[in-house]
């Protein structure tokens, strides 16, 4: 104990199997005590326990983190804030991240895909920006079959979630993506990613400075929900649901309840405060609550802070000091306040009707120290805290064996090349997302200029936010795909980045930075370290070709169920500009008769692809090398000429190869299309129609426009759009676009 | 010509009927605890969730003091727009008749639907013809508009059914594909789908919702002359 300090009598000393139950190892728990010198009591174990969780401290990633590329010259705000931020002309910057939610979802899919989008929110304002749009990347296990209730459950909960707090508050979701594999079965992913807006003066960070300030809580009151979010349901393998829903729904307390009307009050009321420059920093409560955001602040000011629970307003009587510190009661703030200005921020927070109490106060002792009325009840190094916290090193060891069973087939592997046309379009992973983007508000703001499935990215215009007659916008794109990764951890993370830059050039923006939310199995495991080892790689040497650094991100590791890992899937997330918001590109076919081509260098493969999947067969040891250089070139070449506004349309070719794409040209646009391959493929249904790899775009215009196209990048002539149906000639494919339309329709019955 | 334009706690769409307002004319926000409606000649009850709607939509809004001042300003015959929750805020005020009720899809959607003018002129449609067609975005959980048989055959009488959903566009289940009402008066007018949402091609999918605007306009500057 410290030198002149009295603490409770009535606090028990917890023990070392208590430390143990709270998630930290027998030698964690020894470091706890030597940082202490002595051992830590009640708060200072549950404070300790949480800030030294793999969901708070990054402790097997953290290591790896540091060789991403953060630095570019878009990047205004990079990794360490509460959200990373690029300039994006104009005075204007804009602030971005995701960030998963994913066992709180597979809990309760409702509330955790809700406080999921709220959590995201509040990084964003937290650095003085408005947000302005929402997208979410979903995994679940198969939506038929044995796991069909489950995976439906969860999807119609998830969605349901994302729209009531996105819609409620105000922020509109532009985009998202959605698969569904067999390893999410028992461990779905929910990840959410949240864009906002500011000017780039008056951004602002979260390191508490000015010892005598005065730190204030404001928001929602503080409950006993969500206590342990972080250590005990984040950062551990979650146990294998039963029939009536057993350990998972054990777990269900730990998962906090969202209210979006409460954190729409306090955006307003946080953007009001900085506005008027009524604070010195801002932070957002998030998992691991008071604990984790006070000892942040203090850490990044290297000051220390004094917090006196008895101060926090409460939901229920008769909670403990560890309880209020460790509460994930959502739609909380924590600010420094320069005393003088503490009656104004308290006038501000009763005009907007939110709870606002001064808690305490920054000290320059360099200790979190706190208080119960005055009474001290927990006294520990910042440092130990936030920084001391071991880092481990992977044993990355690629597997001897697949480690994922094939999917179950769903297709004949006689079948025609229009058959598995139509079997791919109607498939749960390439259907329409209709069902979902309609359920959530796209337009409020009124800056979305290309809603869902009107372009490979979300387009929303800056001259909302400027009031000027500003042309500019900005674009947004998230992407994952778990089976490519899974076959090669690095060469499917590289192109899943590239992905993300082939929908920006599609609707002709340019890549200014990205963040990326690492969902992998137990890092404990050689397999899974080499995964998420082999997998940062790429992710680096991909942002670094580029040049789309990566300003902030999430990890989130222990996605295991009781039937195995999940595939590993690198959400990337990544924020483009382009100088005229009308010339915003868009996917589908726009007139008869324009010319159709295959731009860029494309080398379709079956190999792990949505073809191979319908087929069930197993996961290929690797996928065939690309050349980044060549494909970033062909983006270039594509984001120009969208640019120019010499394209009519422009397409990124994903997931079932080209004739998917063509599909999704010609249902986009309401136009038919004749293909004409040339030569019969080899062995249809083959990789030319279904293949798939990054670098190849569906491009039309005027012959004219794909000449000049093909004077910086290979471009293959296909065929002319024109008619009512979609025609290619070598592989006797012809279908109407009704029979399209319906094929496409496949994931609403998930929804009825 | 200036629009009033309401601000609750939960409002969402007041800055986009602010900034729709502004094409047309001056246009101000008036806070929820505010009696003064700051001289404005038309108010605007825009979208959202005002206090959270926890309780039943636009029940909580219609008390706020805000809205004791436009239920006065509409027995004047002053202008009142109500937009999707503002709709539903002049429905529990009275100021409409009959009541919105949830999806019958029972869920949140988003659609650009296609509406029909079935009365034109006066204070909202004085630039349409009767049977013209608007392309206007849609975003509602509880937009089925309902009212008893006999109310409605009244409205019908006074021309008060001003706006239906084209054949095939009805998603909320709305009774007579009813989309949007006005008073007896016709000073007062209430629809589920966002005009403010449809005043620039470029975010609105049209510019159909600048003609309701525009129309108050007129309508204001013609009260006043």
């Known amino acids: 104990m410290s030198a002149g300090v009295t603490m409770s009598e009535a606090t028990t000393v917890p023990t070392l199997e208590d430390a143990v139950a709270l998630g930290l190892t027998r030698e964690e728990y020894g470091l706890v005590c030597e940082k202490q010198g002595r051992a830590p009591n009640q708060v200072e174990l549950a404070m300790f326990s949480l800030l030294w969780s793999e969901h708070c401290a990054y402790k097997h990633s953290k290591k790896l983190l540091r060789t991403l590329p953060t630095e570019g010259r878009h990047v205004v705000m990079g990794p360490g804030e509460n959200a990373g931020a690029v300039d994006v002309g104009g005075g204007w910057a804009c602030a971005f991240k995701v960030e998963s939610h994913n066992h709180p979802s597979a809990v309760e899919p409702f509330q955790g895909a809700a406080t999921g989008v709220g959590g995201i929110l509040r990084d964003i304002f937290a650095i003085g920006a408005r947000p302005i749009a929402v997208l979410d990347s979903l995994r679940f296990g198969e939506p038929h079959g044995a796991s069909a209730a489950r995976t439906r459950y969860l999807l119609d909960g998830a969605v349901a979630g994302i729209g009531h707090y996105g819609n409620s508050i105000g922020v509109p979701t532009v985009g998202g993506e959605l698969y569904f594999e067999g390893p999410y079965e028992h461990n779905c992913l929910v990840n959410a990613m949240a864009l906002g807006l500011a000017r780039t003066e008056r951004l602002v960070g979260s390191a508490a400075a000015g010892p005598g300030n005065v730190i204030v809580l404001f928001g929602a009151s503080t409950g006993r929900d969500g206590i342990g979010g972080a250590s005990v349901l984040a950062s551990a393998e979650l146990a294998q649901d039963d029939q009536q829903g057993g350990s998972a729904a054990d777990m269900r307390p730990t998962v906090q309840v969202g209210d979006p009307f409460e954190e729409k009050k306090l955006l307003e009321c946080s953007l009001e405060l900085l506005e008027l420059g009524l604070l010195v920093s801002l932070q957002d409560l998030g998992a691991a609550g008071l604990t984790s955001s006070a000892a942040e602040m203090a850490s990044k000011g290297e000051v220390g802070v004094d917090i006196d629970v008895a101060m926090v307003p409460l939901r229920e009587p008769g909670m403990e000091p560890f309880e209020v510190m460790v509460s994930e009661s959502q739609e909380r703030m924590l600010c420094v306040v320069e005393p003088a200005n503490v009656d104004a921020v308290m006038a501000l927070c009763e005009k907007w009707e939110v709870n606002g109490a001064a808690i305490g106060t920054v000290t320059d002792s360099q200790r979190m120290r706190v208080l119960d009325a005055g009474e001290l009840v927990g006294d520990m190094s910042v440092r130990a805290l936030v920084d001391d916290c071991p880092l481990y090193d992977l044993h990355p060891a690629k597997p001897e064996q697949q480690v994922y069973a094939p999917p179950p087939a769903t297709l004949a592997a006689d079948a025609t090349p229009a058959q598995a046309l139509l079997a791919l379009l109607s498939s749960p992973n390439l259907s329409s997302r209709r069902p979902l983007f309609e359920q959530y508000d796209a337009i409020v703001q009124s800056r979305t200029v290309r809603r869902p499935e009107q372009a490979d990215a979300a387009v929303l215009a800056l001259s909302a936010a400027s009031g000027e007659d500003a042309r500019g916008a900005i674009a947004v794109s998230i992407d994952g795909n778990g089976r490519r990764v899974a076959a090669d951890p690095y060469r499917g993370t590289i192109a899943t980045v590239l992905e993300c830059a082939s929908n920006l050039a599609c609707v002709g923006a340019e890549p200014l930075g990205t963040t990326n939310n690492l969902n992998f199995g137990n890092p404990e495991k050689p397999h899974i370290a080499w995964q998420l080892t082999e997998s940062v790689r790429g992710l680096s040497d991909a942002c670094r070709a580029l040049e789309a650094p990566i300003v902030g991100g999430n990890v989130s590791l222990y996605n295991e169920g009781a039937t195995g890992p999940i595939y590993p899937t690198p959400v990337i997330g990544m924020v483009g500009h382009l100088p005229d918001a009308g010339r915003a590109g868009r996917l589908g076919f726009a007139n008869e008769g324009d010319e159709i081509a295959l731009a860029g260098p494309f080398a379709p493969s079956l190999a792990a692809g949505e073809l191979a999947k319908l087929r069930g067969e197993p996961l290929p040891d690797g996928l065939p090398a690309f050349d980044l250089d060549a494909v970033r070139a062909a983006q270039l070449a594509v984001r120009d000429a969208v640019r120019q506004g010499a394209l009519s349309s422009a397409h990124d070719i994903a997931e079932g190869g080209l004739a998917i794409a063509l599909a999704e040209c010609c249902l986009a646009g309401a136009l038919g299309a004749e293909i004409d391959l040339g030569s019969p493929a080899a062995a249809p249904p083959g990789s030319e129609l279904f293949g798939e790899a990054p670098g190849g775009f569906v491009v039309s215009g005027t012959a004219e426009a794909l000449r000049a196209l093909g004077e910086r990048v290979p471009v293959r002539a296909l065929g002319t759009v024109g008619g009512d149906r979609l025609k290619i000639a070598a592989a006797a494919i012809t279908i109407t676009l009704a029979e399209l339309a319906v094929a496409h329709s496949g994931l609403q019955e998930l929804f009825s | ?225």
């Open chain 2, 1 to 225: 010509m200036k629009f009033g334009v309401l601000q609750f706690p939960g409002s969402c769409d007041e800055i986009d009927a602010l900034q729709a307002a502004r094409r047309v004319g001056d246009a101000e926000l008036i806070w929820h605890g505010d009696r003064d409606l700051k001289g404005a000649d038309a108010i605007v009850v825009p979208g959202g969730f005002s206090y959270g709607d926890y309780l039943r939509a636009g029940a909580i809004a219609r008390f706020s003091p805000a809205m004791g001042s436009v239920i006065a300003f509409a027995n004047d015959g002053g202008l009142v727009l109500g937009i999707c929750n503002g709709f539903q805020v002049l429905c529990e005020a009275h100021l409409l008749p009959g009541a919105l009720l949830g999806n019958a899809n029972l869920r949140f959607t988003f659609r650009q639907v296609e509406l029909e003018v079935l009365y034109a002129g006066g204070s909202f449609f004085a630039s349409s013809q009767i049977g013209e067609r608007l392309s206007i975005p849609a975003k509602h959980a509880w937009g089925r508009y309902y009212a008893d048989p006999q109310t409605l055959s009244a409205m019908d009488r006074a021309g008060q059914l001003v706006l239906r959903y084209a054949p095939g566009q009805n998603f909320n289940g709305s009774v007579h594909d009813i989309a949007g009402v006005c008073n007896e008066r016709g000073n007062v007018f209430g629809l589920m789908p966002h005009p403010e949402h449809a005043v620039d091609v470029l975010t609105g999918g049209s510019a159909d919702g600048l003609k309701i605007f525009e129309s108050m306009r007129l309508a204001a500057e013609g009260a006043r002359a």
